[in-house]
Every structure is written in structure tokens, then in C-alpha cells.
């Protein structure tokens, strides 16, 4: 096999990056995208922010109350999912165009396969005129990772971030890679570091220099695949095209609920916001899922595969039948999320006429 010219492509603080469009005042103050933090009382999360707010220590995840701790003056933006789908439908035709053989992994991710430029340095051509056509086109910022594969191109996008290029060829692998902590490798999150951290592998090169089979016995299967990934092995392929493969809204509480009406009411909400997008997007769903989380922390995940619809109703309903055991009225709610999988687009799903109802 010809070696390949893989790029990895990330929007910078996509969604704070949106909002600071929408309203140019934000520009250079922090901006916190995420759940609304009531003055410190908000109960939901931080879906991400800009780097202005990076700088106070506020991440992607953290409780909105710790953000709210940590830049009380920030500008707090509730999360507008249509505008970020907007600005990413239109971004990721500008890559198509670029690179056909593409790869949405994400709202705001692609891989491209670039083997076609044939040397990095037209690679690194290319990954400019798509920044400059995503800014001219957008006003928004990436960063794009080349590399002779996904898991390098990967890596290298988030070694210059914001508004960079950077390029890992296969024989740089060695000295740009491994000296990187283990915790960029995907999918080491912190309990796989700290097992590998507390028999001495703290760095990339580490795991790339150490015996796989000491890694097999601790990971199984996985410890062969972290190994791999560290020596930067990877023949994934690009997949040409993307469908997402479940959409779900989830909303914590302002206060523990007992309140039945309450409840209801959100999982009507939560269910005309998922129907939208369903529709929106022109999908078929053929499962319907629930979480539910008291406010011991308990919680709770229910799921059913159904006949292909694309209705709110069966949303509605069946999302009610599966939290229905959990609405006796003995705990208190904290959280509800509502989820439905099976995603495929209408066109697709008219051969398969025997699943389509109504
Ligand atoms: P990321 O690309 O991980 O983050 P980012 O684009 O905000 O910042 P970076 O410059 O580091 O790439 O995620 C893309 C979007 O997905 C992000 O803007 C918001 C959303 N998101 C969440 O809602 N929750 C999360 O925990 C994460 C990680 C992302
Ligand atoms: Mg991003």
C-alpha cells in the first residue's frame, strides 16, 4: 500500500466561536457556552468556551457553578444547537469540496484524505486555502493536523491549536510524538493514565518503547491497541460519508423534582426539541432511549428499538412508557435525557419500505 496524506480538521472553540459571531461584542472577553449558571445556583454543565475563559481554567464538561467560580464576569451563552449545525453543514461542505474523500466525526471535526496532493508540503497548501475559505466564508477558525494517518493527524491538529497547521510525518513520528503526555493518545482518559503512569509510562514514547505483552495483561485487547496507537500504527480508512447515529437533549434540574407535572412538561420539551432536529435533518429513528437520575445520583438508562418512524408522538410516548417505573413519586429527579438511535435518512430507508409507518 502507497503511503497515505491523512488531515485532521477541528474548529477552534466551536461553539464560543459561534457565539462570539453571532454577537461581535464578545470578542476578546471570555465567553462560557453551556447550561445557565444562575449566579452560581445552575446545576447543568460547561459545553465549551473560548480561550479567554480557557485562561481562568473553565473546560468543556466542568459544572456550570465551578465555571461560575472561576469567571463570574464571564459572558454565559445558553447553548443555540441550530446555529452550530448551520455554521457546520456549511463547513463541511467547504472541506467536501477540498477533499472529496472526507469524514465528519463531529459537529465540528473531518478527516480528508489529502493523498492525492502527494507530498506534505502541498498538503500543508491545501489545509491553508481551506482555513482561508472556512474564514472568508465563515469567520471562524480551525485547526488542521496532516499525518500519514487518522491517529497522527489527529494528535498534530491539537499541537498548535487555535488557528494552526501542523505536520507529522510518519518518520517524525519518534521525536514529535513521544514526547507528549500519554493523555493525548484517544481514548486514555484518567483511570488508563494512572495505571500506566503507576508502572512508570507517563509519555507516548513510553508505551511505544515498553513490551506489548506487559500491556496485554493489564489492558487485554486494549493494552494491544494503545500500544499500537503510541507507535503511531493506524490503517483505519477514511469512511466517505457521516450520519450520525442518535440525537439526544438531556436537562438537569434547577431543584431535585417530585413534581409529575413538572416532568412531563420537560419530557414533551426535550421531545419536540429532538423531533426537530430529527426532522430537520430528514431522519428516520428506530430506537427510543431514557435516562433518568435521582438526586442521589442514581441513575438510570432504558432503551427500545421500535419500527422506524419519524414522528414526535412515538418520541413522546415511548419515552414516557420507559420513565414511567422511574415517576412513583418515592425520589427525587435531577436529571432527564431523552435519546433516540437508528438514524437513517429517509431517502435511504424507502428501499426498506416494510419499516416505514404511516
Ligand atoms: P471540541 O472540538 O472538543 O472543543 P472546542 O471546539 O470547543 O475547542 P477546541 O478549540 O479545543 O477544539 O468540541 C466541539 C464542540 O462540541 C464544542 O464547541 C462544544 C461541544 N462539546 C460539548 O458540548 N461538551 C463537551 O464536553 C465537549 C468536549 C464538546
Ligand atoms: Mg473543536
Redesign the pocket.
Known sequence: MGSRIIMHL???????AVEEKKNPQLKGKPVI?GADPKQGLGRGVV??CNYEARRFGVR??MPISKAWQLCQYATYCP?DFPAYMQASSHIMGIIRKHAPKMEQV????AYMDASFCESFDKAKELAASIKADIFSQQRLTC?IGIGPNKLVAKIATDMR??DGITAVKEREVEQKLWPLPANRLPGIGKKTESILSAIGLRTIGDIAKSDVNRLIDLFGKGGYEICMMARGADEREIEDYYEPKSISREITFDADLEDRGLILQAIDGLSKDIHGSVTEEGYFYRSVGIKIRFSTFETHTRIRTIKASADLDTIRSTALELMAPFLDGKKRIRLIGIRVGGLVERGGIRTLGEFVQG
Do not use: H, L
Not at 106 to 109: F, K, L, Q, S
Open positions: 477541528d474548529m477552534d472553540c466551536f461553539f464560543a457556552v459545553s465549551t468543556s464538561g447553548v463531529g459537529i465540528d471535526e485547526s491549536k487555535p
